[in-house]
């Protein structure tokens, strides 16, 4: 256990090397980085100001329209004066020490800027990912028991309109119907709390989370739910299906020991292949959620650090959830072994 663990530890780092080198190639030959955007905005800024004056004084002026002494200023200012191989090997040689240097956009270290969005996601990611499984592990069991039932077609019903609602659709109808959008203001849009909360007593604060949390929530669940429970429905009664489990029933064992004491351990196994994906969406946060609701998480900095060419934070962000999703996996493999002691990946 202790040798597969350290392979796969080890594993990790030529993984990493190779999605940070892969991504820092694109990111870097994608027209439109963070010089260009620094002219064209020192070129509006200057469009009103001295117009006549600006031709005389570019007469060495490149294909940007600008001295070359501001452009090599420029490119110094942000790292580009060296060519692309040297510009990663300093990179790599920064990350060691976990500093992916200062964001374009925001001119403060990445980790700042990223520890200051993290809370958001993570908020939603860690209560999301224990409701879901709450609720669909037992819901897939009692489907599987009551296979063909009343309560399983219904029920499945529910789940298949449920999956087939776009979490961007279902946002918009939930804030016109419940948060003031045309008809009730049951809910409110933007922020994790009311502006009194610090003046709310402990159980207030409590449920004026909830109050905030519930239409964000039900957009980030409603994909992995049905999902979730079906799967956990079908390993079940395929597990139920199996010699071993009818020999625990001719031995005279009551049905609910056979299904909860034999068959739903085996049948927890394709579920923990989960848990460790789970890890990323705590990093990743949700760019359409987060920009309907108004929420300052990881998903909007995102893709706010893709418009804006910010290569530093764009690195960090890959870099970071890269990590978590290597290390998910390797929690799911050692969920594996404890769930079924007969896994041994040694």
């Not at 077609?153 to 449920?162: A, D, E, K």
């Not at 390993?235 to 001719?250: E, H, K, Q």
Request: glycine residues 8%; charged residues 15%; contains cysteine.
């Amino acid at each position: 256990m202790i040798k597969y663990l350290l392979k796969r530890l080890l594993m990790l780092i030529p993984t990493l090397f190779g999605i940070t080198l892969l991504s820092f190639v694109i990111i870097n030959l994608a027209p439109g980085g963070p010089i260009e955007q620094k002219i064209r905005q020192l070129q509006f800024g200057s469009d009103g100001a001295d117009s006549g004056g600006a031709g005389s004084a570019n007469s060495n002026s490149n294909e940007y329209g600008i001295s070359d002494e501001v452009l090599e200023a420029l490119k110094k200012q942000y790292g580009f004066d060296k060519p692309m191989h040297i510009r990663y090997v300093k990179w790599l040689k920064s990350v060691v020490t976990l500093d992916f240097g200062n964001s374009f956009s925001y001119e403060e270290p990445v980790l700042k800027v990223i520890a200051s969005k993290f809370p958001v996601s993570l908020q939603f990611g860690i209560i999301s990912l224990l409701l879901t499984y709450l609720i669909c592990i037992p819901l897939g069991v009692l489907k599987a028991v009551r296979d063909g039932s009343r309560f399983d077609v219904i029920s499945s019903g529910i789940l298949f309109v449920m999956y087939s609602i776009l979490p961007l659709m279902l946002a918009i109808l939930l804030i016109v119907f419940f948060a003031g959008g045309s008809y009730f203001q049951w809910f409110p849009v933007g922020e994790l709390y009311s502006d009194n909360y610090q003046n709310l007593s402990s159980i207030g604060k409590i449920f004026d989370r909830i109050h905030h949390f519930v239409l964000p929530l039900a957009c980030y669940m409603i994909g992995s739910f049905t999902v979730l429970t079906f799967l956990m429905k079908n390993s079940l009664l395929d597990v139920i299906r199996m010699d071993y489990i009818r020999t625990a029933r001719s031995k005279g064992l009551e049905e609910r020991e056979v299904t909860f004491k034999h068959a739903l351990r085996n049948a927890l196994i394709p579920i923990v292949t989960g848990i460790g994906g789970f890890i990323s969406v705590f990093f990743a946060g949700s760019v359409i959620i987060e920009q309907i609701f108004s929420l300052d998480g990881m998903g909007k900095l995102g893709f706010k650090a893709a418009i804006d060419r910010d290569y530093n934070l764009l690195m960090g962000l890959i870099f970071l959830q890269s990590l978590l999703m290597l290390m998910g996996r390797l929690i799911s493999d050692v969920l594996y072994m404890v769930v079924d002691p007969r896994i041994d990946f040694t």
